[in-house]
Structure formats: C-alpha cells, structure tokens
C-alpha cells in the first residue's frame, strides 16, 4: 500500500506542476496582449520605439500635440529634439506593407532616398552602409 500512495503522490505532484506552469503560460500571454498599463494615457503616448542595441533605443513620444524624440539608456533618458508634425510621415503598417508589395528591396531604397532628398534628410542607403561597416569591424567612416 505504501508504494502505491508514493506512486500516486508523484503523478498528483507532476500533475500540479503541469496544470500550474499551463495557467502561468496563459496568464502571462494574455497580460502580454492586453498590456499591463491600467491607466489610459490621453496625453502621452510612446508612438515607435526602435532598439540600438542592448538596453538602448531612441523613442518617438507624444505628449498632448508635440512629439518629442528621446534617447533612452539603462540609466538615463535624454531628450534629442523635439519633432514637427508636418515633417513626421504618418501611415498605418497596411499601407505601408502594401506599397513595397511586388518591389525589390533596392527598389524600395531607391524611393526612400529619393524622398529623403527632396526633404533635405540624409540618405537611409548611406546610413545603413555605414552601420553596416560598423558592424563588419570597419571603423572607418564611409
């Protein structure tokens, strides 16, 4: 009697592991998807955050009717400029995947610098070789 109540004590504790590491699985999928930000923000808000490594990322926030850009650290967050509306390019993510739909990817870079010359930006192309030969251990400026 005594091995079969271990034997059951081990399948009952197997199972409790299982069920409770299944509703931790869940759990933490639907907080992901919900967000865990209970207050709505009617006055700040995080519109595009892009990564520049570990711990670092530049952050597009707008606060009321101004966007400002941010540097974000592990330690600090410093403010880099503050942004006009008419110079951000405002489009949903459909138009923009359905616009590069049947291009190449030279193509689509091709525009993109034809458009960062008329508005007096610099050139994607360029910034991307350059982080590029960054990247391969050439610390030379392109």
């Not at 590491?21 to 999928?29: D, H, M, Q, W």
């Not at 490594?53 to 850009?69: A, F, H, N, P």
């Not at 410093?78 to 190449?104: C, M, P, Q, R």
Request: hydrophobic share 40%.
């Amino acid at each position: 009697m005594n091995s079969d109540s271990t034997l059951y004590g081990i399948l009952y504790f197997l199972f409790m592991s299982a069920v409770i590491l299944g509703a931790a699985y869940y759990v933490t999928r639907i907080l992901a998807k919900r967000g865990i930000n209970p207050a709505k923000n009617k006055n700040l808000k995080v519109m595009e955050t892009v990564p520049l490594g570990i711990d670092k990322s530049l952050l597009l926030v707008k606060v009321g009717e101004q966007y400002l850009l941010l540097g974000s650290t592990q330690k600090s967050i410093s403010l880099l400029s503050a942004i006009d509306k008419e110079k951000l390019t405002v489009t949903s993510e459909g138009e923009s995947y359905n616009s590069i739909e049947g291009e190449s990817i030279e193509t689509y870079m091709n525009t993109v610098d034809e458009a960062a010359g008329r508005s007096g930006m610099s050139s994607v192309k360029h910034n991307l070789d350059k982080l590029k030969s960054i990247v391969r251990g050439n610390r030379i400026d392109v």
